[in-house]
């Protein structure tokens, strides 16, 4: 029985193994481990493919949030509103500057940040939201965008999912005051170990991620405010330069299979994103009823799924100060119960990716056959052409 592995890096990483090789041997001889060439050389490439003005390369994508809201003056007293449904980085990112977290649930349909949700959840003290472009599917930007300027907040968003996604055409760097992208290894854009970028139309507040990033300094041993060391490896840069110039053609195969699995799946709800808007197919999450028995049916027969996230951050015991029962975010809490993400990704064949569709379309039949001898409800089916 042949496997169908959620994530292989390797045989992605084959067809450009020259040229990382290349790369890091330049590193190792020029010695030049910070500050190297390659680093400025990759922000402003960076900049350019997702449309922005500035990129400043960080440590990590949890640092690329958590700095901004630190240039920002964001601190103890302030509320910043992001979506419950999120990878935990995004809650973390507030409470690292003593902000208040608030959590909403999003549109049970796009499972991304809804503005009508937004716009309740604004308070005297709310600052800045966070849209969080989960999976790799652009939230709904204009009306988000609306609602913030409506209420003179600040937009970060959180796209450390959606590297080379765009939003009615444009690339996200276009939108709202600050994007924070991370290179974690198994992100669309990885690199070989944690980094990040802030991208900005904003030259102040790029000056100032500059100075944060580097114990809060321009000119060496000369300090103008309180800063961090959280910068990106010359290494590292090197690598994510090799990696730009493929990031389109891996993420056009990931479109491919996404309406692959658009067109055959069965039984399970799809992604719905918005119109004239692409994602980058970080993630493809379909969403059952009976999860956890369709995940271990994949499994037995040798196919990766996986969930994310199985424990939304406001049940996670890092977040019992929230003091946020079971059933305060309903929609969130569903989706931690019934999402499942297929294997998705450039190394997958077009008979991969079919023997996962029939895997599925089977699975979910005999699941919901026992299901309903067991009385559950089956899922809906949605749908939406790309
Ligand atoms: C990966 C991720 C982060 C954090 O990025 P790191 O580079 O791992 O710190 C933040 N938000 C979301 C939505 C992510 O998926």
Redesign the pocket.
């Given at each position: 029985m042949e496997r169908v592995p959620f994530l292989d890096m390797t045989s992605v990483h084959q067809e450009i193994r020259a040229d990382l090789d290349q790369a890091v041997s330049n590193v190792v001889d020029s010695a030049q481990f910070l500050y190297g060439p390659p680093v400025q050389q990759f922000e402003e490439e960076f900049a350019e493919f997702v449309g922005a003005k500035h990129a400043v390369s960080v440590g990590?994508?949890?640092?690329?949030?958590t700095l901004t809201l630190r240039a920002w003056g964001i601190g103890p007293g302030d509320e910043v509103i992001v979506p419950a449904n999120?990878?935990i980085?995004?809650f973390l990112?507030v409470s690292a500057v003593g902000a208040v977290v608030v959590p909403v649930d999003p549109d049970p349909s796009t499972y991304n940040l809804d503005a009508s949700t937004l716009r309740k959840a604004i308070g005297p003290r709310t600052r800045v939201v966070i849209p969080?472009h989960?999976y790799g599917q652009p939230c709904d930007l204009e009306s988000i965008g609306a609602v913030a300027r409506a209420h003179g907040l600040k937009i970060l968003q959180?796209a450390?999912?959606a590297h080379g996604a765009r939003y009615r055409q444009n690339p996200l760097g276009v939108y709202g005051d600050a994007a924070?992208f991370?290179?974690?290894p198994a992100?669309n854009l990885g690199a070989f170990g944690?980094?990040?970028a802030v991208v900005t139309n904003d030259g102040d507040l790029a000056t100032i991620l500059r100075k944060l990033r580097n114990y809060g300094s321009e000119v060496k041993y000369v300090h103008q405010i309180q800063g961090e060391n959280s910068r990106m490896s010359t290494l590292n840069a090197a690598v994510l330069r090799v990696k730009l110039r493929r990031l389109e053609s891996w993420n056009h195969r990931r479109g491919e299979i996404a309406l692959h699995y658009q067109q055959g799946l069965r039984g399970v709800d799809l992604p719905i994103w918005p119109p004239q808007s692409e994602p980058s197919w970080?993630l493809y999450v379909v969403q059952s009823p009976h999860r956890n028995q369709l995940l271990q049916y994949l499994q037995d027969l040798g196919i990766e799924a996986m969930v994310h996230y199985p424990i939304p951050p406001h049940r996670q015991a890092a977040y019992q100060n929230l003091a946020m029962p079971w059933g305060s975010l309903p929609v969130t809490e569903q989706l931690s119960r019934q999402v499942l993400s297929l294997p998705m990704g450039p190394h997958l064949s077009d008979e991969q990716v079919e023997r996962v569709i029939e895997t599925v379309n089977v699975g979910v039949r005999r699941l919901g056959v026992k299901a309903m001898r067991g009385g559950w409800q089956n899922g809906r089916n949605r749908r939406q052409t790309i």
């Open positions: 990590s994508g949890l640092a690329a949030l999120t990878f980085a995004t990112a969080v989960l959180d450390a999912q924070a991370s290179f974690y992100k944690d980094a990040g970080h």
